[in-house]
């Protein structure tokens, strides 16, 4: 039995890393699935692979007409999201704090932290109207037992992962649940940027090394803690941050 049937999905930044991987287990779920993403080729990419299914829109999740736009193309596809996963997200560079400048800090914070500012007032009066809905904030462990080298977007995730409890608690008499994701590092696109330099083995090692089941999150470990929010499996759950993160912060 699929656990997303009659579903309707709208992700950010599914071309590729996290959001692509729960693009495609909510398909394989039953789902239909909106793939928004700042490269619309990629995006249209993988939903031509997905079929039928998934429809692709490119979105730049800092700019609000873009999200509006991105929303609509979900309505006039398959009808009203029933979930929406706000996975979109960018990182500085691994390195001193004073060394990033401020049009870096503000491109994390607009991608990280004002997208979900824009996400949530173009959907959330279409969920209003059903009484019903699952938004899923991709926030990090970063949020929540920070590191050196990362500070802003630390500092970014912890918006995330905060407001996703504030949203929790403020829409629950609206019957709209809302969570966060904090996974660990996964081999993503982002990864070099994580780690302040080449992507090795033993740059990796050092990362592994500080988490307890020894390896990097993949995009099926995201999918599937997703998967569990967006279902019916956890309608009594909201407002949770969920670590994916092999212990990492513990």
């Known amino acids: 039995m699929t656990q997303l049937n009659g579903k309707i999905a709208l992700i950010t930044g599914a071309a590729g890393g996290f959001?692509?991987?729960?693009?495609?287990?909510f398909v394989a779920q039953g789902a239909r699935v909106m793939i928004a993403?700042?490269?619309?080729?990629?995006?249209?990419?993988?939903?031509?692979?997905?079929?039928?299914?998934?429809?692709?829109?490119?979105?730049?999740?800092?700019?609000?007409?873009?999200?509006?736009?991105?929303v609509q193309a979900c309505v006039d596809a398959f009808g009203i999201p029933d979930i929406v996963v706000n996975n979109a997200g960018t990182t500085h560079r691994n390195q001193p704090m004073?060394?990033?400048?401020?049009?870096?800090?503000?491109?994390?914070?607009?991608?990280?932290?004002?997208?979900?500012?824009?996400?949530?007032?173009?959907?959330?009066?279409?969920?209003?109207q059903r009484r019903q809905g699952s938004i899923i904030n991709v926030g990090?462990?970063?949020?929540?037992?920070?590191?050196?080298?990362?500070?802003?977007?630390?500092?970014s995730k912890g918006a995330v992962n905060l407001l996703t409890k504030s949203m929790a608690a403020e829409l629950g008499a609206d019957n709209i649940r809302v969570n966060a994701i904090c996974p660990v590092m996964g081999a993503t696109g982002l990864i070099e940027q994580f780690l302040g330099g080449a992507d090795t083995p033993e740059?990796?090692?050092?990362?592994?090394?500080?988490?307890?089941?020894?390896?990097?999150?993949?995009?099926?470990?995201?999918?599937?803690?997703?998967?569990?929010?967006?279902?019916?499996?956890?309608?009594?759950?909201?407002?949770?941050?969920?670590?994916?993160?092999?212990?990492?912060?513990?």
Request: charge should be neutral; glycine fraction near 8%; proline fraction near 4%.
């Open 98 to 128: 004073l060394d990033v400048d401020e049009a870096t800090f503000d491109r994390v914070f607009n991608v990280n932290v004002k997208s979900i500012f824009h996400m949530t007032h173009a959907v959330l009066p279409l969920m209003r």
């Open 203 to 250: 740059s990796r090692a050092k990362v592994v090394a500080g988490i307890p089941l020894g390896r990097l999150s993949t995009p099926d470990d995201v999918a599937q803690a997703a998967l569990y929010l967006a279902s019916d499996a956890s309608s009594f759950i909201t407002g949770i941050e969920l670590p994916v993160d092999g212990g990492r912060t513990i």
């Open 19 to 25: 959001g692509e991987g729960i693009a495609r287990l």
């Open 37 to 70: 993403d700042l490269d619309g080729v990629k995006a249209a990419k993988v939903a031509g692979e997905l079929g039928s299914a998934a429809r692709a829109v490119a979105c730049d999740v800092s700019k609000s007409a873009d999200v509006q736009a991105a």
């Open 140 to 155: 990090s462990t970063a949020g929540i037992r920070p590191r050196p080298g990362l500070t802003w977007y630390n500092a």
